[in-house]
T-cell receptor, first 109, second 112 residues
Framework: AQRVTQPEKLLSVFKGAPVELKCNYSYSGSPELFWYVQYSRQRLQLLLRHISRESIKGFTADLNKGETSFHLKKPFAQEEDSAMYYCAPRDNYGQNFVFGPGTRLSVLP | EAQVTQNPRYLITVTGKKLTVTCSQNMNHEYMSWYRQDPGLGLRQIYYSMNVEVTDKGDVPEGYKVSRKEKRNFPLILESPSPNQTSLYFC???????????FGQGTRLTVV
């Protein structure tokens, strides 16, 4: 069965500290990987996708096919990064979009 | 403006009273999906649709129905709502290929 896990429900770090949000997936084939962010009282929005290999708001994510992971990283967390983060693989066969359980990041002053 | 629109934004209803939450997108997307968001449980998929007249169950379809009679609309129907369906609901759409999904602003439903 296709699954995506985000082991931390809540992650708290201090401002300026590095942050890593973990995501592991078990999918057949080579899914497309996305990270979505949801700020307080807002809709989900795309943060980044692995195929574009870009850095958004200082965040990067590396796809590790061997470990089937797509961890999200930022070297220096900011208070405005506090939000809910969802890892979302999209399979190449059915094209369905399934989201991980999410990690709430809290950046403390 | 390209967008996904849900209505209503907020709804309080009583147990057993049928309701429909509408979702409309103006981007000609084939794929549409409904999710519910609950504290500690994240975003769980209810139903999705790959195209007109093609729908399939997600992880938590019990108590919900959907229809996809036309490309732009994907309503979520609760025939007999129960308190455990109190949640924040999101609709999303995307084109078929592996691109991002666009989300609606959410519908907060309370069933008393």
């Amino acid at each position: 069965a296709q699954r995506v896990t985000q082991p931390e429900k809540l992650l708290s770090v201090f401002k300026g500290a590095p942050v890593e949000l973990k995501c592991n997936y078990s999918y057949s084939g080579s899914p497309e990987l996305f990270w979505y962010v949801q700020y307080s009282r807002q809709r989900l929005q795309l943060l980044l996708r692995h195929i574009s290999r870009e850095s958004i708001k200082g965040f990067t994510a590396d796809l590790n096919k061997g470990e089937t992971s797509f961890h999200l990283k930022k070297p220096f967390a900011q208070e405005e990064d506090s939000a809910m983060y969802y890892c979302a693989p999209r399979d190449n066969y059915g094209q369905n979009f399934v989201f991980g359980p999410g990690t709430r990041l809290s950046v403390l002053p | 403006e390209a967008q996904v629109t849900q209505n209503p934004r907020y709804l309080i209803t009583v147990t057993g009273k049928k309701l429909t939450v509408t979702c409309s997108q103006n981007m000609n997307h084939e794929y549409m999906s409904w999710y519910r968001q609950d504290p500690g449980l994240g975003l769980r998929q209810i139903y999705y649709s790959m195209n007109v007249e093609v729908t399939d169950k997600g992880d938590v379809p019990e108590g919900y129905k959907v229809s996809r009679k036309e490309k732009r609309n994907f309503p979520l129907i609760l025939e007999s709502p129960s308190p455990n369906q109190t949640s924040l609901y999101f609709c999303a759409s995307s084109i078929q290929e592996s691109t991002e999904a666009f989300f609606g602003q959410g519908t907060r439903l309370t069933v008393v």
